[in-house]
Structure formats: C-alpha cells, structure tokens
C-alpha cells in the first residue's frame, strides 16, 4: 500500500500559539499550545519534526478512525506523546488535507 503525504497547510502554527483572526480562534490556539509545553513540546523546529510524523502516522493508520462524517469526512484519534507526557488528539481530514486538530487533554 502506498504511505498518503498529509496536506498540513498552517495547522502546525494554529497548535503552537501562532493563530491569526478571531479571539476565539487565537484562545483557543494559546490553549493548544499550553497543552503542548505541558507534555515538553514547544514550539521548535524538532516538535514541527514531530508533529510532521505524527500526523503522517496518523494519516496511513486506518486503525485510529473513529468516525466517518456524512460529508465524507474522517475524524481520527490518536496520541500525541512528549518528553513530559501525551496529549489526545482528534483530527478531521478530507482526504489526505487536514481540516482541523482538537487537543482533547494531556495526559501524564
């Protein structure tokens, strides 16, 4: 089977801290990156590398998929794991194009 190369477009930025537009949205991404100090990822080019990874694992892993929505697309869970700790993490993807990641609570 050939591995998918997931679409990541600017989700990486959302979940270290950096979202632009609403306050919702910038909240939220501040949130998502506290989550991820607290499990030892901050935001450097080795977590990018990790994240990369991950949701390239995450992609290729029927496994992990825990709902297909009526427009078709995939909501997948997973575990995100850090030097201090892990994190749960539900993504949607339209195909290989990841649409949007919810940290769900880190775990230690």
């Not at 950096?18 to 977590?47: E, V």
């Not at 297909?68 to 697309?73: A, F």
């Amino acid at each position: 089977m050939t591995e998918k190369t997931p679409e990541l477009g600017r989700k990486f930025d959302y979940v270290l801290g950096k979202a632009t537009g609403n306050l919702h949205n910038a909240q939220r991404s501040q949130s998502m990156l506290c989550q991820m100090q607290r499990i030892g990822l901050p935001d450097n080019p080795l977590t990018r590398e990790v994240l990369q990874k991950h949701f390239s694992e995450v992609l290729n892993n029927p496994r992990n998929i825990s709902q297909i929505l009526p427009n078709g697309r995939v909501v997948r869970e997973s575990l995100l794991m850090g030097p201090r700790g892990g994190v749960k993490v539900e993504s949607i993807w339209a195909g290989n194009r990841l649409i949007t990641v919810k940290l769900l609570g880190a775990i230690k």
